[in-house]
């Protein structure tokens, strides 16, 4: 990946707060930030999908009852 590419990315990423910068003298340490990344895989995983199957069962009997 070319480095303008890995900075845009990883600025993305410390912008939403998943991933924390340190300056070592003059390099830059990317680390991921753990607590976010859980709350973050944990919201996907569960929150976002709240009710869906619920509307996908509905969808699916619904579709059944019109033929």
Not at 9 to 27: F, W
Not at 45 to 53: E, K, M, N, P
Request: aromatic letters at 4%.
């Amino acid at each position: 990946m070319a480095p303008s590419r890995l900075a845009h990315h990883l600025r993305t990423l410390v912008e939403a707060d998943l991933v924390v910068q340190d300056c070592i003298g003059r390099q830059i340490v990317n680390c991921v930030d753990s607590n976010a990344m859980n709350r973050t895989v944990s919201f996907m995983t569960c929150d976002c999908y709240v009710g869906l199957r619920e509307q996908r069962v509905w969808i699916v009997s619904l579709a059944s009852s019109i033929r």
